[in-house]
């Protein structure tokens, strides 16, 4: 099977530099800073160590797409010698998704929303507060939205089991094609459900997990997933003495703020104690 190869502009770019300089062969990475691989450069094509080439004409695309700014910044995959950008439009959901590059692991934008913390950090590390917010991670973990796999990917390494629920198949292809996401198929302690986690949610059994991560897209994206009726059904599944982490987005900001505030009040109107905010994370952990 042929490897996976995605560029961004942050190993485009020193390429193309070192093609000016007239190197003929550097380290890089074909997979977005995961590893490093020898690539030889030749006058026509950057030569791959499986023998592929992408012509310089190709990854020059890669650089001049970075103009039009941040948020539309993408990644882009290796076909057949041609890249082309990870970008898709959703049937199910009406909107656009995007896998956008960072100086670490990559994120996805929702229809410019991106999913991950990006100034200042980045969907690593971001990924690696929220799970801190109710370590240690142990037993079965419900991940309410599966995204691109960074908090099962992370709940696993320690957990017994994790079930992560997708409603958009867009976004899972946005997975398959990001090099950071591809232990959320390989992995076998990770069980993908795909569905509406809303709905998902009440498929499951009564205190079946230890420990919810609940990391849903903007409420204005996704409303029934901040409902009272939601957490409701989050309080059923989780174990007593579990604890729950509900991400929602920066407290600081005058939104971020008003969100907190009915958070808070419909976890413990749904029988959550001890809801505490933790703005290292941009949400609350929530006890039963």
């Known amino acids: 099977m042929t490897s996976l190869v995605v560029f961004s502009r942050f190993e485009v770019e020193p390429l193309l530099e070192a093609r000016k300089r007239g190197e003929s062969s550097v380290s890089t990475s074909l997979d977005l800073g995961l590893s490093q691989s020898e690539v030889v450069l030749s006058p026509d094509s950057l030569m791959l160590p499986d023998g592929r080439e992408v012509s310089w004409s190709e990854l020059q695309r890669v ?26 439009f959703s049937r199910e959901s009406d909107l656009h998704y995007s896998l956008m590059p960072t100086t670490g692991a990559p994120t996805m934008v929702i229809s410019g929303f991106p999913m991950h913390r990006v100034k200042g950090t980045d969907p690593y590390q971001d990924t690696q507060q929220k799970i801190r917010a109710v370590a240690p991670i ?43 996401s591809q232990a959320l198929f390989d992995n076998p302690k990770i069980e993908q459900r795909m569905g509406d986690s809303f709905e998902v949610v009440t498929e499951f059994e009564v205190e079946q997990f230890t420990r919810i991560i609940h990391d849903p897209p903007a409420s204005s994206l996704a ?3 901040y409902s009272g009726e939601m957490y409701r059904r989050l309080y ?30 419909r976890l413990q109107e749904a029988g959550f104690v001890r809801v505490q905010a933790r703005r290292e994370a941009f949400g609350v952990v929530a006890i039963k």
């Open 223 to 225: 409303g029934d997933l």
């Open 236 to 265: 059923r599944v989780l174990r007593r003495g579990g604890r729950l982490f509900h991400y929602f987005g920066d407290p600081e900001s005058r939104s971020g703020a008003r969100v907190q505030k009915g958070v808070i009040r």
């Open 63 to 88: 650089s001049d797409s970075k103009s039009s700014g941040r948020m539309s910044e993408r990644c882009w995959v290796l076909r057949d010698g041609t890249l082309h950008e990870i970008r898709t």
């Open 138 to 180: 142990v037993g079965t973990v419900l991940d309410t939205a599966t995204g691109l796999g960074y908090t099962a990917i992370a709940a696993a390494r320690t957990a017994g089991k994790v079930i992560t629920i997708e409603r958009d198949p867009a976004a899972l292809e946005m997975a398959r094609l990001n090099p950071w």
